[in-house]
Nanobody, 126 residues
Framework: QVQLVESGGGLVQAGGSLRLSCAAS????????MGWFRQTPGKEREFVAA????????YYADSVKGRFTISRDNAKNTVFLQMNSLKPEDTAVYYC???????????????????WGQGTQVTVSS
């Protein structure tokens, strides 16, 4: 089972960009579908983006479509979330998640994932 460590969060002004990274341990990273979720205090965890093990399939929440891009580098055991045109409502703790899967599958429910990172804070100021 992989272990996940997120990085790249921080404070940015509205309209700016950030790139989150999620580094995974293990030698079979390409056999894991990956997802990004976010959560703010008092709210439920929200799906952001997902990518299949091969990287060939992706899916986005409507709230981030066209602004965020999920990608992965299986040679480096890392998944990325490029966030552009950030809005104050994007402020949250962002978590990456992993689940063992066939290469063409991705998942959008948190309950489909069994491994989570510790989270990284993203704050967008207006």
């Amino acid at each position: 089972q992989v272990q996940l460590v997120e990085s790249g969060g921080g404070l940015v002004q509205a309209g700016g960009s950030l790139r989150l990274s999620c580094a995974a341990s293990g030698r079979t990273f390409s056999s894991y579908a990956m997802g990004w979720f976010r959560q703010t205090p008092g709210k439920e965890r929200e799906f952001v983006a997902a990518i299949s093990g091969s990287g060939g399939s992706t899916y986005y929440a409507d709230s981030v479509k066209g602004r965020f891009t999920i990608s992965r580098d299986n040679a480096k055991n890392t998944v990325f979330l490029q966030m552009n045109s950030l809005k104050p409502e994007d402020t949250a703790v962002y978590y990456c998640a992993a689940t063992h899967s066939r290469s063409s599958y991705y998942y959008i429910r948190g309950s489909d994932y069994n491994t989570w990172g510790q989270g990284t804070q993203v704050t967008v100021s207006s």
